[in-house]
């Protein structure tokens, strides 16, 4: 089976969200490995587009109808949400505000799950 470069990418950064998860109090190493995460995951959507025959697979195969990219999409955009919402809460967590600590690691448990579907779903749509 050919696995493609980006999901090896992306599962790389998936390995070291989970170091950077389990290490919060490790703050440099936790806030550069979650930032660059977000870069790479903006980044992507634009390296795809110039890199894939996106308007032969989602027009002229149909593939616009199929709910696996829907569903693709749907969650992509729950976890951009979700990183709206981490920055949000680090920056009250870092001014001393307590639940804003809670929510911040409730939404993380939240992000890992989302981001993995995110990874598999996007597996599934390149092979
Ligand atoms: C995107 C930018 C993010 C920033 C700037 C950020 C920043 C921070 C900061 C400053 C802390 C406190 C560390 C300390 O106590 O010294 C923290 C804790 C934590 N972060 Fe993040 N974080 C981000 C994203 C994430 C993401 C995506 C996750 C989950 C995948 C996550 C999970 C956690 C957890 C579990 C804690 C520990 C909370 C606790 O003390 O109970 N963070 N983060």
Redesign the pocket.
């Known amino acids: 089976m050919h696995i493609p470069g980006t999901f090896v990418a992306a599962g790389f950064t998936y390995v070291m969200?989970v170091a950077a998860?389990k290490m919060?109090?490790r703050?440099k190493f936790?806030?550069s490995v979650?930032?660059s995460a977000?870069l790479f995951d903006l980044s992507l959507p634009f390296y795809l587009y110039s890199h894939r025959h996106w308007w032969h697979r989602l027009i002229e195969q149909q593939e616009i109808f199929s709910s696996l990219v829907w569903m693709h999409a749907g969650i992509l955009l729950m976890m951009y949400g979700l990183?709206g919402a981490?920055?949000y809460t680090?920056l009250k967590?870092?001014k001393g505000d307590p639940e804003a600590?809670a929510s911040?690691?409730s939404q993380?448990k939240v992000?890992?799950i989302v981001r993995l579907f995110v990874i598999l779903t996007g597996m599934l749509l390149a092979s």
Do not use: N, V
Request: aromatic share 10%; glycine share 4%.
């Open positions: 969200m998860y919060p109090h703050r936790h806030i979650m930032a977000l990183y981490q920055i680090a967590l870092t600590r911040h690691r993380g992000m890992l």
